[in-house]
Antibody
Framework: EVQLVESGGGLVKPGGSLRLSCAASGFTFSNAWMSWVRQAPGKGLEWVGRIKSKTDGGTTDYTAPVKGRFTVSRDDSKNTLYLQMNSLKTEDTAVYFC????????????WGQGTLVTVSS | EIVLTQSPATLSLSPGERATLSCRAGQSVSNYLAWYQQKPGQAPRLLIYDASKRATGIPTRFSGSGSGTDFTLTISSLEPEDFAVYYCQQRSIWPLTFGGGTKVEIK
C-alpha cells in the first residue's frame, strides 16, 4: 500500500525558514517523480515544485511564487522527499501536500494527508 | 502559464441528478487534462486523466470529455459521497496548473 506522510509543519514568523518532510513507502521511491502542492485555507490547489527521479536527471521545477525561496530535494536512501522553505511570507500559509507521479505521469495519483504551515507574526 | 477556468463555481443538485462541470483552458492543452475530487480535510483524489480515462477504481458514473481548450466532467447520477469540490489540472506545460474548482453541494 502506497503511503505518503508529511511532517514538519507549524507556526513560523515572516522571513523565517521551515523544512517539510514526506516519508514514502509502498512503492519504489527512487524511480518516482515527486511533487509538493499547497492549498491556502479555503482556497484552491497550487503547485509548488516537482523533482524528477535521479535516472531522469533529478532536476527540479518550481512555480513563480516560490522560485528562489523554496528548494525541493530527495534522499532516496531514506525514501524521503523534502521541501526547504526560506524567506517565508504570510501568503505561504497553506496545507502542503506531497504527491507521487505514478502510472499517470504528471497527474499525481497518491497524495499525503498534508501538513499545515502558518506564517504569522 | 496556462490558466484553467472552471464553471460554475457552485452547483446545487440533489442525489440522483446529473452533474455537468466545465473547465476551459487559456490555450490548447491537447488532451492533457485531469479531474480531481476533494472532500473537506482530505487530499485530492484523481478521477479522470488524459481528459476521458478513468483512474483505477473510479466508478463508471464519472466520465470526462473534451480536447484542446474545452473539457467537461459528468457525474451521471449523484451519490451522497459525490458532494465535494472538483478541480481540473493540466500537464501540457510547466507550470502544472489547477482550475479554481467547482463545489457540488446538496440542494
Amino acid at each position: 500500500e502506497v503511503q505518503l506522510v508529511e511532517s514538519g509543519g507549524g507556526l513560523v514568523k515572516p522571513g523565517g525558514s521551515l523544512r517539510l518532510s514526506c516519508a514514502a513507502s509502498g512503492f519504489t521511491f527512487s524511480n518516482a517523480w515527486m511533487s509538493w502542492v499547497r492549498q491556502a485555507p479555503g482556497k484552491g490547489l497550487e503547485w509548488v515544485g516537482r523533482i524528477k527521479s535521479k535516472t531522469d536527471g533529478g532536476t527540479t521545477d518550481y512555480t513563480a511564487p516560490v522560485k528562489g525561496r523554496f528548494t525541493v530535494s530527495r534522499d532516496d536512501s531514506k525514501n524521503t522527499l523534502y521541501l526547504q522553505m526560506n524567506s517565508l511570507k504570510t501568503e505561504d500559509t497553506a496545507v502542503y501536500f506531497c504527491a507521487t507521479h505514478g502510472e499517470y505521469g504528471d497527474f499525481p495519483d497518491y497524495w499525503g494527508q498534508g501538513t499545515l504551515v502558518t506564517v504569522s507574526s | 502559464e496556462i490558466v484553467l477556468t472552471q464553471s460554475p463555481a457552485t452547483l446545487s443538485l440533489s442525489p440522483g441528478e446529473r452533474a455537468t462541470l466545465s473547465c476551459r483552458a487559456g490555450q490548447s492543452v491537447s488532451n492533457y487534462l485531469a479531474w480531481y475530487q476533494q472532500k473537506p480535510g482530505q487530499a485530492p483524489r484523481l478521477l479522470i486523466y488524459d481528459a476521458s480515462k478513468r483512474a483505477t477504481g473510479i466508478p463508471t458514473r464519472f466520465s470526462g470529455s473534451g480536447s484542446g481548450t474545452d473539457f467537461t466532467l459528468t457525474i451521471s447520477s449523484l451519490e451522497p459521497e459525490d458532494f465535494a469540490v472538483y478541480y481540473c489540472q493540466q500537464r501540457s506545460i510547466w507550470p502544472l496548473t489547477f482550475g479554481g474548482g467547482t463545489k457540488v453541494e446538496i440542494k
